[in-house]
């Protein structure tokens, strides 16, 4: 399975953006998938998964409220919502899926995108 993540860029505090991840193969629409995140000198966070029906969400205590994480499996595609952003959301972002719904990794990482959030 590849993983190609997009839509970062650079953004005001309190701002937004709206991140993808594109999947190739036909196994996407049974994995439940997540979104994970490493800032410069921090070890990769977990930040958000999906069931693979889209029906259940899971959160980090620190988006929460914040990120929405929603799929269209018709499309083989991931997206993370992400508003009222602080410069602590200050990441490159990765998806993959996710063998509990809570942050366990599967497949090899991405490239990335690089999401900048100025104070």
């Known amino acids: 399975v590849q993983l190609v993540e997009s839509g970062g860029g650079l953004v005001q505090a309190g701002g937004s953006l709206r991140l993808s991840c594109a999947a190739s193969g036909s196994t996407f629409s049974m994995n439940i998938m997540g979104w994970y995140r490493q800032a410069p000198g921090k070890q990769r966070e977990w930040v958000a998964a999906?069931?693979?029906?889209?029906?259940?969400?899971n959160y980090a205590s620190s988006v929460k409220g914040r990120f929405t994480i929603f799929r269209d499996n018709a499309k083989n595609t991931m997206y993370l919502q992400m508003n009222s952003l602080k410069p602590e959301d200050t990441a490159v972002y990765y998806c993959n899926a996710d063998a509990t719904g809570w942050g366990v990794p599967i497949f090899h990482w991405g490239q990335g995108t690089q999401v900048t959030v100025s104070s």
């Open positions: 999906i069931t693979s029906g889209g029906g259940s969400t």
